[in-house]
Nanobody, 111 residues
Framework: QMRLAESGGGLVQPGGSLRLSCTASGSYARINAMSWYRQAPGNHRELVATISSDGSTNYAGSVKGRFTISGDNANKTVFLQMNSLKAEDTAVYYC?????WGQGTLVTVSS
């Protein structure tokens, strides 16, 4: 019964920044382990970043050094801070907790 909802997507210029949020709600909502994925049109869904309950994080090589995943357990929200955005970052971004997925939020990087 837990649900995830992403927000914060939009249009940004190359080199700009954007922060995505994913909030858990419903029965037993929590962010003990969360991941961010993205899917560009016509492409496979790829793993972008993960954060575990102990705070450890991992990133895809394409975003490492530019993106930061973090969580706010009190508000049951996980964030993805995206800096130095590139056109190739354009995609629908999804958050996931095990078998539960959000609906996605669109990020478009363009001039």
């Amino acid at each position: 019964q837990m649900r995830l909802a992403e927000s914060g997507g939009g249009l940004v210029q190359p080199g700009g920044s954007l922060r995505l949020s994913c909030t858990a709600s419903g029965s037993y909502a929590r962010i003990n382990a969360m991941s961010w994925y993205r899917q560009a049109p016509g492409n496979h869904r790829e793993l972008v970043a993960t954060i575990s309950s102990d705070g450890s994080t991992n990133y895809a090589g394409s975003v490492k050094g530019r993106f930061t995943i973090s969580g706010d357990n009190a508000n049951k929200t996980v964030f993805l801070q995206m800096n130095s955005l590139k056109a190739e970052d354009t995609a629908v971004y999804y958050c996931r907790n095990f078998a539960v997925w959000g609906q996605g939020t669109l990020v478009t990087v363009s001039s």
